[in-house]
């Protein structure tokens, strides 16, 4: 046993090193984030499915810390201590371990320790021809290890927050319809609701505590939402400050007047969601779908035709891409791209590599304001399973 690990570990590095170095000479710089990180911004924004499975676990001096159950949120935090504005463009690569619990029970292809290999690029303002150029370069790892058998699935956050603008619905709408977009009993609840009863949440609300809401002021607002506290003698448990209790309140308030979704709407949303197929025909498909609404997806449908474009530019094969509208992957902090590349071996359950892009997240880890960002990683020790057939 101990003969088959120490060979299986020469696998991975030797791996590993050609898949660096596809990464390197591509121009990205070889990093090392740090194993153990701050657990606040990992709870905050992986999303519900892998927050339950982060190893988290507090130090003598009350820190609260995790290892890490990925390497882009470290690869964020990492760039910003590097650079005074976290918007200087940048490449970066690395190859070390990942951890997440694996409620099924851990195997070859889901180690409770496992390696990520992979690339972010922050900064860049091409957002298209970023994003072809990281897909293209993990697919080139891949097939200098040796994958030659494999298929790109893509999804586009971008172009689904396009399409609920387009039907023209409430902002608060759009919000909540995109945070259920990653839980699809969630998602289907939420539009049902809006279609047939959107003011029912309020209706269990206090008379008072409504009237004292004043919707273009969240400040005062916050103030007379403490004030009722304060009479009613109620505790605030949790994490919300009163300006976010405040905000939710009046838009739930809001809905109180708000006539439902009409039933049109709700099915192109549905109709919308429920495109597959080949990537080179969906967004033909998307286009007529949406041809007539007022909001109109023009400019998230050019920047979809640009990426395949420009992937095809790139030597990416389109007969073998994609395209799912309700592809979102696990973690909820990307925000537009998402792309995952599977190898028939392992299956859609465990795909090789995946990844995409998280404008959103640099501000979570600590920047300012949003910043062009883009990545993807390489589960290794699938890739090395799927070179061997799909034997653990």
Same mark, same amino acid.
């Given at each position: 046993?101990?003969?088959?690990?120490?060979?299986?570990?020469?696998?991975? /590095?030797?791996?590993?090193?050609?898949?660096?170095?596809?990464?390197?000479?591509?121009?990205?710089?070889? +990093?090392?984030?740090?194993?153990?990180?701050?657990?606040?911004?990992?709870?905050?924004?992986?999303?519900?499915?892998?927050?339950?499975?982060?190893?988290?676990?507090?130090?003598?001096?009350?820190?609260?810390?995790?290892?890490?159950?990925?390497?882009?949120?470290?690869?964020?935090?990492?760039?910003?201590?590097?650079?005074?504005?976290?918007?200087?463009?940048?490449?970066?690569?690395?190859?070390?371990?990942?951890? #997440?619990?694996?409620?099924?029970?851990?195997?070859?292809?889901?180690?409770?320790?496992?390696?990520?290999?992979?690339?972010?690029?922050?900064?860049?303002?091409?957002?298209? %021809?970023?994003?072809?150029?990281?897909?293209?370069?993990?697919?080139?790892?891949?097939?200098?290890?040796?994958?030659?058998?494999?298929?790109?699935?893509?999804?586009?956050?971008?172009?689904? %927050?396009?399409?609920?603008?387009?039907?023209?619905?409430?902002? #608060?709408?759009?919000?909540?319809?995109?945070?259920?977009?990653?839980?699809?009993?969630?998602?289907?609840?939420?539009?049902?609701?809006?279609?047939?009863?959107?003011?029912?949440?309020?209706?269990?609300?206090?008379?008072?505590?409504?009237?004292?809401?004043?919707?273009?002021?969240?400040?005062?607002?916050?103030?007379?939402?403490?004030?009722?506290?304060?009479?009613?003698?109620?505790?605030?448990?949790?994490?919300?400050?009163?300006?976010?209790?405040?905000?939710?309140?009046?838009?739930?308030?809001?809905?109180?007047?708000?006539?439902?979704?009409?039933?049109?709407?709700?099915?192109?949303?549905?109709?919308?969601?429920?495109?597959?197929?080949?990537?080179?025909?969906?967004?033909?498909?998307?286009?007529?779908?949406?041809?007539?609404?007022?909001?109109?997806?023009?400019?998230?449908?050019?920047?979809?035709? %640009?990426?395949?474009?420009?992937?095809?530019?790139? $030597?990416?094969?389109?007969?073998?891409?994609?395209?799912?509208?309700?592809?979102?992957?696990?973690?909820?902090?990307?925000?537009?791209? +998402?792309? /995952?590349?599977?190898?028939?071996?392992?299956?859609?359950?465990?795909? +090789?590599?995946?990844?995409?892009?998280?404008?959103?997240?640099?501000?979570?880890? $600590?920047?300012?304001?949003?910043?062009?960002? +883009?990545?993807?990683?390489?589960?290794?020790? #699938?890739?090395?399973?799927?070179?061997?057939?799909?034997?653990?």
């Amino acid at each position: 046993m101990a003969a088959e690990s120490a060979q299986q570990f020469a696998r991975l /590095e030797a791996q590993a090193q050609v898949v660096m170095s596809v990464f390197t000479k591509a121009g990205h710089e070889s +990093v090392a984030p740090a194993v153990i990180q701050p657990a606040g911004v990992f709870l905050d924004c992986i999303g519900e499915s892998l927050r339950a499975r982060t190893y988290v676990f507090t130090d003598p001096d009350g820190a609260e810390l995790c290892l890490r159950p990925d390497l882009t949120v470290p690869a964020c935090r990492l760039h910003i201590a590097r650079q005074s504005d976290p918007a200087t463009p940048a490449k970066y690569c690395y190859n070390g371990p990942a951890f #997440r619990f694996q409620p099924q029970g851990a195997d070859a292809a889901h180690p409770r320790e496992f390696r990520q290999a992979g690339i972010e690029r922050f900064g860049d303002k091409e957002a298209e %021809r970023a994003e072809a150029e990281t897909i293209a370069l993990i697919v080139k790892a891949l097939s200098a290890a040796g994958l030659q058998d494999w298929t790109l699935q893509t999804g586009d956050l971008g172009l689904f %927050r396009a399409v609920l603008n387009a039907v023209q619905i409430p902002k #608060r709408w759009q919000k909540r319809l995109s945070d259920a977009f990653w839980r699809p009993d969630a998602f289907r609840a939420e539009l049902k609701r809006l279609t047939t009863a959107p003011g029912a949440a309020a209706k269990a609300l206090p008379a008072d505590l409504i009237a004292g809401l004043k919707p273009h002021d969240i400040a005062a607002s916050a103030l007379a939402v403490q004030a009722y506290l304060e009479r009613n003698k109620i505790e605030i448990i949790g994490t919300r400050t009163l300006e976010e209790m405040a905000e939710h309140l009046i838009e739930v308030a809001a809905d109180m007047l708000a006539t439902p979704l009409d039933a049109k709407s709700a099915a192109l949303i549905e109709s919308y969601v429920a495109v597959r197929g080949p990537a080179k025909t969906a967004g033909v498909e998307i286009g007529r779908l949406l041809a007539g609404t007022k909001g109109g997806t023009g400019a998230a449908l050019d920047a979809y035709d %640009r990426r395949l474009a420009l992937l095809a530019n790139a $030597g990416v094969p389109l007969d073998r891409v994609s395209f799912s509208a309700e592809f979102g992957r696990s973690l909820e902090y990307y925000t537009g791209l +998402v792309f /995952e590349v599977l190898a028939p071996a392992l299956g859609a359950q465990s795909p +090789v590599a995946g990844g995409g892009r998280y404008d959103g997240l640099m501000r979570a880890a $600590g920047a300012n304001a949003d910043v062009p960002a +883009v990545g993807g990683a390489i589960h290794t020790e #699938r890739l090395l399973a799927a070179l061997d057939g799909g034997r653990s």
